[in-house]
């Protein structure tokens, strides 16, 4: 199993450049979650979702979109990259079920915007 | 509004020393406490849960609710427990969202 991965790994992008990155999941999670890092903040939750076909905001969820099409990948977009979009980005995802609440982290994805 | 505080950025505790990294958190309901830890070059992963009221690699944390605390202790540091160590919350969303704390970088020196 090779758990939750990230792709890329790192990213520069110009101001007003757009992407896409891509986590995928090989546990058959039913939870799925994006996060920021920044310096002295931690772990800040853009947005997640519950299942295949559902999507919802999480803290941060402004200049960003996601979807899930498939159950296994959880995609975040940038339509328009700002300087304060400068970050490391981590996917997680977690079962169902009762009594398991613990997340499942990937790699990690480090984007500067210039 | 849920809420996490771990009031040290920064901890260097001496090889063989005691070590309790701080957490507090704010929730109005009965919350689920983790702490988290990210090792230099490795994935953030679960060091434990309130929940399973166990110890890992020598670590264990208890929730008080009447100081709405969850400090994560080790009797002796090992070198080898240098991290960052995030303690995070899990309230009542529906997807188990977890709020994190800022994080505590721990250095143990030789």
């Known amino acids: 199993n090779a758990g939750v991965t990230q792709t890329p790994k790192f990213r520069v992008l110009k101001t007003g450049q757009s992407m896409t990155l891509l986590c995928a999941q090989d546990m058959n999670h039913e939870y799925m979650y994006w996060y920021r890092q920044d310096p002295g903040m931690g772990l800040r939750l853009i947005h997640y979702?519950?299942?295949?076909?559902?999507?919802a905001k999480g803290e941060v969820p402004d200049g960003y979109n996601v979807s899930r099409l498939k159950k296994q990948n959880f995609l975040l977009g940038l339509e328009s990259a700002a300087p304060s979009q400068t970050s490391v980005y981590f996917c997680?995802?977690?079962?169902?079920?009762?009594?398991?609440?613990?997340?499942?982290f990937g790699p990690g994805t480090r984007l500067t915007v210039t | 509004a849920q809420r996490v505080t771990q009031p040290e950025k920064l901890l260097s505790v001496f090889k063989g020393a005691p070590v309790e990294l701080k957490c507090n958190y704010s929730?109005?309901?009965?919350?689920?406490l983790f702490w988290y830890v990210q090792y230099s070059r490795q994935r953030l992963q679960l060091l434990l849960r309130h929940i399973s009221r166990e110890s890992i690699k020598g670590f264990t944390a208890d929730l008080n609710k009447g100081e709405t605390s969850f400090h994560l202790k080790k009797p002796f540091a090992q070198e080898e427990d240098s991290a960052m160590y995030y303690c995070a919350l899990s309230g009542s969303g529906s997807a188990r969202q977890l709020t994190f704390g800022s994080g505590t970088q721990l250095t143990v020196l030789p």
């Open positions: 979702s519950v299942g295949e076909g559902t999507t």
């Open positions: 997680a995802s977690s079962p169902t079920g009762t009594g398991s609440y613990e997340q499942y």
């Open positions: 929730y109005s309901g009965s919350p689920e």
